[in-house]
């Protein structure tokens, strides 16, 4: 089992930034990929970021690339999202997962444990 808690949700600007966190309990951390999921209002949950269990390998959706990065401290379980040039559309509820693939892992039904979210809300 593994519990997941985000935090460093929040309100900013548009062109702003902010550092999500989530941090794991369990001794199993190391061996799953960690990902950032969101779900904005109206809209389905959809993949932002996933990072492997030795981080050496990160994956972004389209329009998180160049502007969030994903990084894991495995010996904290903790993995991060750091978001840089907010947009409105950037506005959600941040879900942090694990999944047991070692291998790419992007999408929702390869993730088996979930947090319960933090707000971010971006303003124009």
């Known amino acids: 089992q593994v519990q997941l808690v985000e935090s460093g949700g929040g309100l900013v600007q548009s062109g702003g930034s902010l550092r999500l966190s989530c941090i794991a309990s369990?001794?199993?951390?190391?061996?799953?990929?960690m990902g950032w999921f969101r779900q904005g209002p109206g809209k389905e949950r959809e993949f932002v970021a996933s990072?492997?269990?030795?981080?050496?390998?990160?994956y972004y959706e389209d329009s998180a690339k160049g502007r969030f990065t994903i990084s894991r401290v495995n010996v904290e379980n903790t993995v991060h999202l750091r978001m840089t040039s907010l947009k409105p559309e950037d506005t959600a509820v941040y879900y942090c997962?694990?999944?047991?693939?070692?291998?790419?892992?992007?999408?929702?039904?390869?993730?088996?444990?979930w947090g319960q979210g933090t707000q971010v809300t971006v303003s124009s």
């Open positions: 997962a694990a999944s047991p693939l070692t291998a790419q892992a992007m999408a929702a039904e390869e993730f088996d444990y």
């Open positions: 369990g001794r199993t951390f190391s061996s799953y990929s």
């Open positions: 990072i492997s269990w030795n981080g050496d390998n990160r």
